[in-house]
């Protein structure tokens, strides 16, 4: 489609770093989880789901410890929520029709909760800003998965359902030694028959949470332990990928994380960076590891396309090396990398010298770094301007970037229950990390859709603060992600071609090409102008339609 001259085209994708006129990065604390927010989800504009294990956690229920919580943006306060199944270690994502659904879980140390392995949880969209009325839905003799999963990853898909993938039947004391080796999917595919993988089965015994992206071809990328493949999700095949550099294993319980770098038009070609974890031999027994063994800082990155693969990885170095950290995509295209220790293992109180009471992990990496993809090798990571902490985030922390644009962070046990009183104790401080755009002035859309479709042209209102020149414009389309375990599960950023009419009133946007670049579902829309991230805009992608849906839009 052909736009009229009267719009004035501005640069897309990645834009260089600029000064921000406000303060500069801060860390802030504000408020506590309630419960141990040992995973994360973002689910409304004002709302976040923390789920913890059934066990000691202060906030209460019906007269027993919550391990559901929703987090309240606004009034920095946590809510229980009534559960029915231990959702310890588990994973979860958003379907096409904006339902969230937790699956797995765990085997009960509190005997209030029913066993999770094979729980699925169901939380519905919810309106209400302050979650008045919200619930989690579970019905575990009729709902359920097919298989028990510890420990499993779950993304969404371009049919808007969620991929299931890995984990651990029972609790083990360190390495998966009963694992599950197979796929499935919410709701069930292949008549509710797991389909087993011969990529979980040659990657073990380190291959917990296996870093799993949908592709913008709909295929999906698969990293356990050092290894790699794509996986044809229609064709129920596997194309087997160099392996990660130098021995370097990614997955628990040698944690590193991955993020699917952002997707930029009209192309969308993909390319996933991998970074931290350890080199240590996955075949030594845990009680001959040390909490001192260091963790690594390689980062590796890959282009996913025949000559990216062919070219393989290319390796960079992070400023410190991290067991166990976390990253972010942020609306400007960067990649903020975070938590951590800088020597040790994930899981507790499994290997010969455990620090504090059961920390496998040791030395907290307190200052994040942003990665920005599109600098030279050798100087995408840096942390000047950045702050550093004063709170370890160790085992089961998470992060999220957040609808405002800041970063919350929250979390922390490398412990069996709540600790109180020792080193790498439970951690229910609550803090945000807020770039300098949040005491600046900032762009403020309006006029949004509340339903996008795919490679659809969209108009929305735009104020821009004066001190902007707008020489750079960025509409980010980003799933928050679900975050657990040093990993952000459906984590996903597209730029959206965006055009601003010479009054510097409306912004003319181009949808994604079709439901395999952006899997159809919620999704929050922020622009950045100058380096200025507005606030971001919730919307649904799609026709929000129960999955599974048909492939809607153009392909590229």
């Avoid at 005997?111 to 919810?126: H, K, N, Q, T, Y």
């Avoid at 890959?302 to 400023?319: C, D, F, N, S, Y």
Wanted: with cysteine.
């Amino acid at each position: 489609m052909r736009l009229s001259p009267k719009f004035l085209s501005l640069s897309l994708g990645l834009a260089s770093v600029t000064a921000v006129s406000g303060a500069g990065w801060e860390f802030v604390q504000n408020g506590t989880s309630g419960i141990l927010a040992l995973e994360a989800i973002v689910v409304s504009p004002t709302l976040a789901i923390f789920f913890d294990r059934a066990s000691n956690d202060p906030l209460m229920i019906d007269g027993h410890a919550a391990w559901g919580a929703l987090w309240n943006f606004k009034t920095n306060t946590a809510s229980p929520l009534r559960l029915i199944t231990d959702s310890f270690c588990a994973s979860g994502g958003f379907l096409s029709n904006g339902t969230m659904v937790s699956v797995g879980g765990n085997i009960p140390a509190n005997p209030v909760a029913l066993d999770g392995r094979m729980g699925i949880r169901i939380f519905e969209p919810c309106d209400d800003p302050n979650g008045v009325g919200c619930s989690i839905f579970e019905d575990p003799e009729n709902l359920h998965l097919a298989e028990t999963r510890w420990y499993t990853s779950a993304i969404r898909i371009f049919d808007g359902s969620l991929m299931i993938v890995g984990g651990i039947h029972e609790d083990t004391p360190f390495y998966n030694t009963d694992p599950v080796n197979s796929i499935e999917f919410f709701p069930p595919k292949d008549g509710g028959v797991p389909r087993l993988s011969a990529f979980l089965e040659r990657s073990l015994p380190v291959n917990l949470f296996p870093r799993v992206f949908a592709l913008p071809d709909g295929r999906a990328l698969m990293i356990a332990n050092n290894q790699t493949i794509i996986y044809d999700i229609e064709k129920k095949t596997e194309t087997i990928l160099p392996d990660v550099p130098n021995g370097v294993r990614v997955t628990n319980p040698f944690d590193g994380t991955a993020t699917l770098l952002p997707l930029s038009p009209p192309n969308f070609i993909p390319e996933v960076l991998v970074c931290g974890g350890s080199a240590a031999d996955d075949q030594t027994p845990a009680l001959e590891l040390s909490s001192q063994d260091p963790a690594t800082d390689q980062c590796s990155r890959m282009v996913l396309t025949p000559e990216g693969i062919k070219a393989g990885w290319q390796v960079e170095r992070m400023l410190e090396p991290r067991i166990m950290p976390e990253m972010v995509l942020l609306p400007n295209g960067q990649v903020l990398i975070t938590n951590g220790g800088r020597s040790g293992y994930a899981a507790v109180a499994s290997i010969k010298d455990p620090v504090g009471n059961q920390s496998n992990a040791d030395h907290p990496v307190l200052t994040p770094s942003l990665y920005t993809p599109n600098a030279p090798l050798g100087k995408r990571i840096s942390n000047q301007g950045l702050p550093t902490t004063k709170i370890a985030r160790m085992y089961h922390s998470t992060v999220s970037l957040t609808p405002s644009g800041n970063i919350l962070l929250a979390g922390s046990n490398p412990n069996g229950q709540v600790v109180n009183g020792t080193e790498f104790h439970t951690e229910f401080r609550v803090e945000f990390l807020n770039p300098p755009f949040m005491s600046a002035a900032r762009p403020k859309m309006s006029n949004m859709p509340t339903t996008i479709g795919f490679n659809q042209r969209f108009n929305i209102g735009i104020s821009i603060p004066n001190n902007l020149k707008a020489s750079t414009i960025q509409v980010a389309l980003m799933d928050l992600g679900f975050s657990s375990h040093a990993f952000h599960s459906s984590s996903r950023l597209v730029f959206m071609e965006a055009q601003l009419s010479p009054n510097r009133k409306t912004l003319s946007i181009l949808s994604p090409p079709n439901n395999r670049v952006f899997p159809p579902g919620p999704a929050f829309v922020f622009v950045t102008i100058d380096d200025v991230t507005s606030e971001g805009i919730r919307v649904m992608v799609g026709n929000g339609a129960s999955p599974p849906v048909r492939d809607q839009g153009t392909k590229v």
